[in-house]
């Protein structure tokens, strides 16, 4: 039996220790001991300072209430003078930490220069086989990278701010084409509906099968917040939507070869010299 086999069982058994471990190992690049595939996550992203924390501990608190069991994958950027996750920090200072029935694991980007795919799915899938019946993967920002990220959640959630800087930053990295529900956090100040508006407008004119619901909540003062965690079990999403996922999935997938591969940093350095086109540094990495 393997080191991830034993602390599978042992992770299962309700060990918090060897659940971390286990994590770890697969954060290390360790084989799953869990089917791929067998987990299901909700994605959550938005831009910087839209609450998506204080949102998520709101929801917590609902599931937990309801007998749910609730695990955090927050996917942190990395503190350039610390080197430390920065998120997960606020995670644990929730009240909800001090809870049996959640757990938060922090990611920090600094660690998989090549992309967090490879490890984020296994430990989706560890985390459902454990028992945990919500499991989340948040993000700080809503740019590019962190869509790659999302794009491995069943379901997408999309926290927005009452201004409108929020909504085109959203609009323009694309995740609006993605997410199931959009939740325009502190619905408590003037813009609020202003901007929901702005987004049902915006979704109007576009060519989604299906616009996803925008709803108005605060995790202020946690109104609007029950009935976005029943918005969340009532999704079904689109096969338009799931067709742009695996094609994040896809090019995270093609990311991690090529910055893992054997031949990268020889291939850079013919880039640089110009001794190789990049057609020819393409298929040379492409062949190993």
Do not use: Y
Request: with cysteine; hydrophobic share 40%.
């Amino acid at each position: 039996m393997s080191e991830t086999d034993e602390l599978l069982i042992a992770a299962k058994n309700g060990d918090r220790r060897a659940l971390s471990k286990l994590l770890t190992c697969l954060e290390e690049g360790e084989e799953s001991p869990v089917p791929a595939g067998s987990g299901d996550s909700i994605g959550v992203t938005g831009p910087p300072g839209v609450g998506k924390s204080t949102l998520i501990g709101r929801m917590v608190d609902i599931w937990l209430a309801r007998g749910e069991s609730v695990a955090v994958l927050a996917v942190d950027p990395s503190s350039p003078r610390s080197g430390g996750a920065l998120l997960g920090d606020r995670m644990r200072m929730m009240s909800a930490d001090s809870s049996d029935s959640f757990f938060v694991r922090s990611l920090a980007t600094r660690n998989h220069p090549g992309g967090l795919m490879d490890c984020l799915s296994p430990m989706v899938d560890c985390l459902a086989e454990c028992g945990w019946s919500r499991i989340l993967i948040e993000t700080v920002g809503a740019g590019q990278a962190e869509i790659r990220v999302v794009a491995f959640a069943e379901r997408i959630l999309l926290v927005d701010g009452p201004d409108r800087g929020d909504v085109i930053q959203a609009e323009k990295a694309g995740i609006i084409e993605l997410a199931d529900l959009i939740a325009i956090n502190k619905s408590d100040l003037p813009n609020a509906a202003r901007a929901a508006d702005s987004i049902r407008s915006a979704l109007s004119v576009g060519e989604l099968e299906r616009n996803p619901e925008v709803l108005l909540v605060s995790a202020h003062d946690g109104s609007g917040i029950e009935q976005l965690v029943d918005a969340i079990d009532a999704v079904e999403t689109t096969t338009g939507r799931e067709r742009l996922r695996i094609r994040e999935r896809l090019i995270s997938a093609w990311d991690s070869t090529l910055l893992g591969a054997d031949s990268f940093d020889e291939v850079m350095a013919a880039l640089e010299t110009g001794s190789m086109t990049l057609s020819e540094a393409v298929e040379s990495i492409r062949k190993g």
